[in-house]
């Protein structure tokens, strides 16, 4: 490429997608004039942390949205305006294993990018310029960064490509002082993790054993975490923004969650996590990266809620190097 282009890079889905995506991105910053993030609406705050984005740009596309918008021509339109305007030279759609990049890949030239790069198992057609494929099982973010190194960007001399995020407000107003675990008993993949129930006796369990435990939620998760942290855990539901939970999670000494999100900014702050996935093909690409983590849950389990008390406490103490008893 001659001299350093102005670069889009598109990733649609939620937070811990966005991410996930941010080693590549910092490689593609640093071979770029400017980085423009398009993202959506679930991976806008995320996409605001992210060390080398100089700008995110939203639109909730309907072939990715959790609760897919209307088609509409008009939106279609605006989108393709607000990118065109801006010239790119070249953009990259990451996109998760078995999704297509080709609707957003269309859009991009619609817009004027000349060049466009995507892992792709359809055949392209002239929507593609860089047709990569990508490795068997490859992990999420291995994956985006060995599509930004055929695109051009490989990785800036000393980034060891781990998740990272930029500077986040302290948390202590809202822990207090001394050392917590945090669990996170929601999010996305909340239905295919614990339920309330389950995470209630859970936090029992941890406080119980010694550990003084936060539990952390959406504004609209309050009550599940009302109920989870019950007398047993200071509950900060509703009142950690991304910026503010990243604060919180950088000041514990684990995280408990079964949502990929939350793990995955713990991940970039550098916070050990006990990690209830469900045993479904695929959930290896999504584990958290680069960080100390264990995973709870197997295909013998008949659901996550079967993991017992024991279990958990055996893997905070494996992380922590706190084996406390009552």
């Known amino acids: 490429m001659s001299g350093s282009p102005r670069t889009l890079v598109v990733r649609l889905d939620g937070a811990g997608d966005v991410l996930l995506a941010g080693p590549a ?48 021509r008009s939106t279609v339109n ?34 004027g990018v000349p060049w466009v790069a995507a892992d792709c198992e359809h055949r392209p057609g002239a929507l593609l310029q860089l047709r990569h494929r990508r490795a068997e099982r490859r992990h999420e973010a291995e994956a ?27 948390a ?18 909340a239905d295919r993790s614990w ?28 009550a599940l975490t009302r109920r989870v942290a019950g007398r047993h855990a200071l509950d900060l539901g509703g009142l950690t923004e991304l910026p503010q939970l990243a604060g919180v999670l950088a000041g514990a ?36 990266y680069r960080v100390p983590h264990l995973r709870l849950g197997d295909r013998s389990a008949p659901s996550l809620d079967a993991i017992g008390d024991e279990e958990l406490l055996a893997a905070v103490a494996a992380l922590t190097g706190r084996a406390l008893t009552g």
């Open 253 to 288: 000494t684990a995280l408990v969650a079964g949502a990929t999100g939350p793990a995955h900014l713990a991940a970039a702050v550098r916070t050990p996590i006990v990690c209830l996935l469900p045993p479904c093909l695929g959930a290896d690409r999504l584990l958290p």
């Open 25 to 72: 991105l910092r490689s593609v910053a640093a071979g770029s004039a400017t980085t423009t993030l398009l993202c959506g609406p679930r991976g806008a705050a995320a996409g605001r942390l992210l060390p080398g984005v100089d700008e995110v740009l939203v639109y909730d596309a309907p072939w990715v949205s959790i609760s897919p918008p209307a088609v509409r």
């Open 195 to 222: 339920t309330p129930g389950r995470a209630e006796r859970a936090v029992a369990a941890l406080a119980e054993a010694g550990h003084r435990v936060v539990v952390t939620g959406g504004d609209d998760e309050r």
């Open 144 to 170: 985006a960064l060995d599509l930004a190194a055929a695109a051009g960007f490989p990785p800036p001399p000393g980034d060891e490509g781990a998740l990272a995020v930029l500077d986040h407000p302290p």
């Open 78 to 111: 605006e989108l393709v305006a607000r990118l065109a305007a801006r010239r790119f030279d070249r953009a990259l759609v990451f996109a998760s294993h078995g999704q297509s990049p080709l609707p957003a890949a269309l859009l991009l030239r619609l817009s």
């Open 172 to 189: 202590d107003e809202l822990t207090g002082p001394g050392p917590y675990l945090v669990v996170h008993p929601g999010g996305r993949t």
